[in-house]
């Protein structure tokens, strides 16, 4: 069916930069939205990013937006979360997931296929 890997986490200090990506696989990649969300020790999994299946439309939480920035390649099958500015607050395991047909949105149900995370600290 679909699998997720992401990858490009780390250990970065406040205020730098981070690269994730996501490799899938399956032969439907490109008509399907794709998201990334994260978690936090103690918190609950919350949505970052969104990107419609062309890559059209964006959309993040408030709280990134300015400094992460969503793309994708169809011909790669591959999605990207790019990281600037990164806070403390930002150190999560980061999982990208596919939006369900016809669906964009911010909602953890809304997906239906998910990554097995990559670590991002940020250290202050």
């Known amino acids: 069916q679909v699998q997720l890997v992401e990858s490009g986490g780390g250990l970065v200090q406040a205020g730098g930069s981070l690269r994730l990506s996501c490799a899938a696989s399956?032969?439907?990649?490109?008509?399907?939205?794709m998201g990334w969300f994260r978690q936090a020790p103690g918190k609950e999994r919350e949505f970052v990013a969104a990107i419609t299946w062309n890559g059209g439309s964006t959309y993040y939480r408030d709280s990134v937006k300015g400094r992460f920035t969503i793309s994708r390649d169809n011909a790669k099958n591959t999605v990207y979360l790019e990281m600037n500015s990164l806070k403390p607050e930002d150190t999560a395991v980061y999982y990208c997931?596919?939006?369900?047909?016809?669906?964009?949105?911010?909602?953890?149900?809304?997906?239906?296929?998910w990554g097995q995370g990559t670590q991002v600290t940020v250290s202050s």
């Open positions: 399956g032969r439907t990649f490109s008509n399907y939205a």
């Open positions: 997931a596919r939006g369900r047909a016809g669906i964009v949105g911010s909602k953890w149900f809304e997906y239906d296929y």
